[in-house]
T-cell receptor, first 112, second 109 residues
């Protein structure tokens, strides 16, 4: 158990819908990272927040957005969902701005 | 460009050593990581190496770093069935972390 929690574990929704994925980092960690893992694209870095501020953006679509709240939990919002958005979404946390990351168990999203 | 390369599959007999190789692109990476992903689970940090080191040993794991060739390797001694997983290497250019596509390690009896 990494200490990072993610909810929900599974999510099934339809194209065009919007969903919110939630992540609670390890106690004391200030950084939260979001990743998308699919069979064809591998593990793609989406976005990094540090202590509430956006630090770095990766291959995140405009339909996706994220935020980190004062209590340091984070949410990833996915809107206008497409079939190709079906993937595993991981959250990770680290103590500082960039360092060893600890991954949550992931949210498996299926868009039908 | 940013591309971390790993071979996709490796088969090793139980008890032998496994060597998983990785080529990264950005020499400015401060840390280089190895992660392990078991079926249905998230990634688990295995080990990491600072860019100013050549080698790091941690029990059955040995990490070798060749900065000149931008080559990173992970050696698992006495490979066990529990080592069966996907292994990802990652580099850390700027404020990002870039993962390879992972090497699936298969253990033969």
């Amino acid at each position: 158990d990494s200490g990072v929690t993610q909810t929900p574990k599974h999510l099934i929704t339809a194209t065009g819908q919007r969903v919110t994925l939630r992540c609670s980092p390890r106690s004391g960690d200030l950084s939260v990272y979001w990743y998308q893992q699919s069979l064809d694209q591998g593990l793609q870095f989406l976005i990094h927040y540090y202590n509430g501020e956006e630090r770095a953006k990766g291959n995140i679509l405009e339909r996706f957005s994220a935020q980190q709240f004062p209590d340091l939990h984070s949410e990833l919002n996915l809107s206008s969902l497409e079939l190709g958005d079906s993937a595993l979404y991981f959250c990770a946390s680290s103590a500082g701005d960039l360092g060893a990351q600890y991954f949550g168990p992931g949210t498996r999203l299926l868009v039908l | 460009g940013e591309d971390v390369e790993q071979s996709l599959f490796l088969s090793v007999r139980e008890g032998d050593s496994s060597v998983i190789n990785c080529t990264y692109t950005d020499s400015s990476s401060t840390y280089l990581y190895w992660y392990k992903q078991e079926p249905g689970a998230g990634l688990q940090l295995l080990t990491y190496i600072f860019s100013n080191m050549d080698m790091k040993q941690d029990q059955r794991l040995t990490v070798l770093l060749n900065k000149k060739d931008k080559h990173l390797s992970l050696r698992i001694a006495d490979t066990q069935t529990g080592d069966s997983a996907i292994y990802f290497c990652a580099e850390t250019p700027d404020d990002k972390i870039i993962f390879g596509k992972g090497t699936r390690l298969h253990i033969l009896p």
